[in-house]
């Protein structure tokens, strides 16, 4: 609750509302084998570790369905980590066996010279829009792009407008800076300090974003936020209902070596029918896909 409701206003709270939520369950083995010695409290500690596995998402399963080809809108984003786990063939092979209608990249800076150029030559359905380190594919018709630059990063939001069902759709394409915590558990508290004021002014960038476009929006990117925390509502309320959480199944962790799901969908104009964390393809993140439909 701390870490929800109170969450980036301090930095304990801050350290609870970023930290994995598995971190609950490391006692379990100790206390169970406690109580298995002592043959008491057997049921106070049942409760105790079905509520921390709820808690770290693995009871968490929505149904899901198909939408009609016909009305369907698939939806992808996905860190690269500019490239340096994978090839422009490779990637390209991966993200036209997910099917997605829209393809949404962080991470574009590649290492390699020439990367975005040859994945895109890999993928002629497409076409693309580009952002500093941010990029857009699609397979419907675009409209002018625009670009912000964010707050205290080298880095910039990409607001692309797409014609889909005979509307436009904007889609916003963001990758938000990470909270430094490590600093945090040395006792140095400026670095935290630093990245949670810049996050701020990142996410009321977004605010002015969602307030000047007209029309359904969706937000999609690594925004290097959990699903919890003051941030997370924040965005939430301002661009619509997490589509993992109203069409996912399980924890979701999109960045695996953390035990976190960062990377997100946000809409309130579309229905999202299915969420799916695809195996990782080349990154350190896993690639977030969502079926919405009108």
Known sequence: MLGNHVGERTLPTLLLAYAPPVLWLLPAPLVWLWV????????????????????????????QQAAAPDKRLRVLTYNVARGTMTSPERLANFLKSTDADVILLQETNFVQGGFAGQLEAYLPDYTSAHGTEVAVLSRLPMQSARTFPLPQMQREVLVLPLSWQGHTLNVVNAHLSAVLLSPLLRGDLAPTRRTRNARDEQVELLRQIALQTEGPILLGGDLN?????????????????????????????????FKLRIDHQMTRDLTPVRAQVWPGAGSDHRPLLVEYHE
């Open 36 to 63: 298995l010695l002592r043959r008491r409290r057997l049921g106070a500690v049942l409760l105790a570790t079905l509520l921390a596995l709820w808690g770290a998402g693995f009871f968490h399963w929505k149904p």
């Open 225 to 257: 936020t959990p699903p919890r925390g003051l941030v997370y509502r924040r965005l939430q309320g301002m661009y619509g209902p997490d589509a993992f959480d109203r069409a996912g199944r399980g924890p979701g962790w999109t960045f695996p070596s």
